[in-house]
C-alpha cells in the first residue's frame, strides 16, 4: 500500500476549491469532488473535517456504487477506509461533497497500492449559480414526492449527487462548477441564507465572487479567482427565496426593479468574465409565487442578448411543495440537459 498526498497530480479535482494550501485543498461547494483511480483489493483516504453544524456526510462513488460515508464532527485528522476486498485490478473513484454550509473539508491523501490519473475527457463546461434545489438538499426523501419535507431531517437527505446540476453535467459529459447553497436569494438581508437575523441574511450578491463564501466559516470568506474556471454554459437558477422576509414585494414595482437592476448587474459581470459563454435563467419545479417567473421574462427581455436566454421546465413553480426529490431532479435534469443541447 502506498500513500499519495492530496497534491499528487493522480488526483482531479472539480468545483471551487481551495488551493491556497496544496497539501491541503478544502472542498467548500456541494457537488465538488476529486476523481481518480486506484489498483489494489483497498482504499483509504485522509481528511479534515471543517463543521458547520453536527450532522455531516461526504459521498464516494467507487466503480460506480455510491456511499454515504458519516464523518466525525471535529476538526481531527480522519482516517477512513472506502473500500476492502475487492478484486485486485484497477477502480475507479470519486468522493464529493455531498452537502453544502454543513461544512467543509480538507483532502490530505488516498492510500492503495497505487493511485493512477483520471483519463477522462469532458465536452463542456458548465457553472450554476442556485440555492438548495441546484445543491441537491433533501433529494433523498424519495417517499415525499410532492409534498413537504419531512420533519427535522438535519441534512441526511442531502446528496448534490443526484441534483438536477450534477446529473444534467453527467448526460451532458461535462465539468461544473455548482456555486449554489441552501437558502440563497439574490440580495443580502433576503432569502434563507445565514439567518433568521435579517441583518445577517447573505445572498447571491455577496457569494457569487467567493471561494469561501459561508460567512461563518471558521477560514472565513475569501475571493475566487474567475481565471481558473472558464465554462462555457451559466446557469443562473435565483428567485426560490427571494420572497422571505416580505412576500408582498413582488407585487412592489420599485422593488422589483432594484431587484431587476441587481440581477443583471451580477449577470453582465459575469459575462464581461466569460466573454464566449452562454447564459441560462431558470427557476426550479419547487412552488413559488409564479410573479417571480415574469420578472425574469423581464430581466431577459431588458437584456437583450442572444447570449442570454430564458429556460422554463416544463413544471417550474409548481411541481412541489417540498425540495425536489431524486426523480423530480432528474426530471429537471433531462429537461435541461435537451435545452443546453440546443444552444451549444
Known amino acids: 500500500m502506498a500513500i499519495y498526498n492530496a497534491d499528487s497530480k493522480a488526483f482531479s479535482y472539480m468545483g471551487r476549491i481551495d488551493f491556497s494550501r496544496p497539501?491541503?485543498?478544502?472542498?467548500?461547494?456541494?457537488?465538488?469532488?476529486?476523481?481518480?483511480?486506484?489498483?489494489?483489493?483497498?482504499?483509504?483516504?485522509?481528511?479534515?473535517?471543517?463543521?458547520?453544524?453536527?450532522?455531516?456526510?461526504?459521498?464516494?462513488?467507487?466503480?460506480?456504487?455510491?456511499?454515504?460515508?458519516?464523518?466525525?464532527?471535529?476538526?481531527?485528522?480522519?482516517?477512513?477506509t472506502l473500500a476492502k476486498d475487492l478484486d485486485d485490478k484497477t477502480h475507479t473513484c470519486m468522493i464529493f461533497k455531498r452537502q453544502a454550509a454543513a461544512h467543509y473539508f480538507r483532502f490530505l491523501s488516498a492510500?492503495?497500492?497505487?493511485?493512477?490519473?483520471?483519463?477522462?475527457?469532458?465536452?463542456?463546461?458548465?457553472?450554476?449559480?442556485?440555492?438548495?434545489?441546484?445543491?441537491?438538499?433533501?433529494?433523498?426523501?424519495?417517499?415525499?414526492?410532492?409534498?413537504?419535507?419531512?420533519?427535522?431531517?438535519g441534512g441526511e437527505y442531502d446528496n448534490s449527487y443526484f441534483s438536477y446540476t450534477f446529473s444534467a453535467a453527467r448526460k451532458l459529459?461535462?465539468?461544473?462548477?455548482?456555486?449554489?447553497?441552501?437558502?440563497?436569494?439574490?440580495?443580502?438581508?433576503?432569502?434563507?441564507?445565514?439567518?433568521?437575523?435579517?441583518?445577517?441574511?447573505?445572498?447571491?450578491?455577496?457569494?457569487?465572487?467567493?471561494?469561501?463564501?459561508?460567512?461563518?466559516?471558521?477560514?472565513?470568506v475569501s475571493k475566487w479567482d474567475f481565471a481558473r474556471y472558464t465554462p462555457d454554459v451559466v446557469i443562473f437558477a435565483i428567485g426560490q427565496n427571494d420572497a422571505n422576509p416580505r412576500p408582498e414585494a413582488v407585487f412592489d414595482k420599485q422593488y422589483t426593479e432594484m431587484w431587476k437592476k441587481?440581477?443583471?448587474?451580477?449577470?453582465?459581470d459575469l459575462k464581461e468574465k466569460y466573454k464566449t459563454a452562454k447564459f441560462v435563467i431558470i427557476t426550479t419545479v419547487l412552488k413559488h409565487e409564479m410573479k417571480w417567473e415574469y420578472i425574469l421574462d423581464e430581466v431577459c427581455a431588458e437584456l437583450a442578448d442572444p447570449d442570454v436566454t430564458r429556460y422554463k421546465f416544463r413544471r417550474a413553480g409548481k411541481a412541489t411543495d417540498g425540495h425536489p426529490r431524486i426523480t423530480e431532479q432528474e426530471e429537471m435534469a433531462n429537461e435541461l440537459a435537451d435545452y443546453i443541447r440546443t444552444i451549444v
Not at 478544502?26 to 481528511?47: D, H
Not at 432569502?191 to 447571491?204: A, C, M, Q, R, S
Not at 467567493?210 to 471558521?218: D, H, I, N, R
Open 111 to 153: 492510500e492503495a497500492d497505487e493511485i493512477l490519473q483520471d483519463e477522462h475527457k469532458y465536452d463542456l463546461k458548465l457553472e450554476y449559480f442556485g440555492d438548495s434545489v441546484s445543491a441537491g438538499e433533501v433529494c433523498e426523501a424519495v417517499y415525499y414526492e410532492g409534498m413537504p419535507d419531512p420533519e427535522n431531517h
Open 23 to 80: 497539501d491541503k485543498p478544502m472542498l467548500i461547494y456541494a457537488g465538488s469532488n476529486i476523481i481518480f483511480r486506484f489498483k489494489g483489493t483497498s482504499l483509504k483516504i485522509r481528511l479534515e473535517n471543517i463543521p458547520m453544524t453536527d450532522r455531516m456526510w461526504i459521498g464516494a462513488l467507487i466503480d460506480g456504487i455510491q456511499q454515504k460515508i458519516g464523518i466525525e464532527n471535529t476538526n481531527e485528522v480522519q482516517e477512513i
Open 262 to 268: 441587481k440581477y443583471k448587474e451580477i449577470l453582465l
Open 173 to 220: 459529459n461535462a465539468e461544473f462548477n455548482n456555486n449554489s447553497q441552501g437558502g440563497l436569494s439574490l440580495l443580502d438581508h433576503t432569502g434563507y441564507f445565514y439567518g433568521p437575523d435579517i441583518e445577517t441574511l447573505t445572498g447571491l450578491e455577496s457569494t457569487y465572487d467567493k471561494l469561501s463564501y459561508v460567512p461563518y466559516a471558521p477560514c472565513g
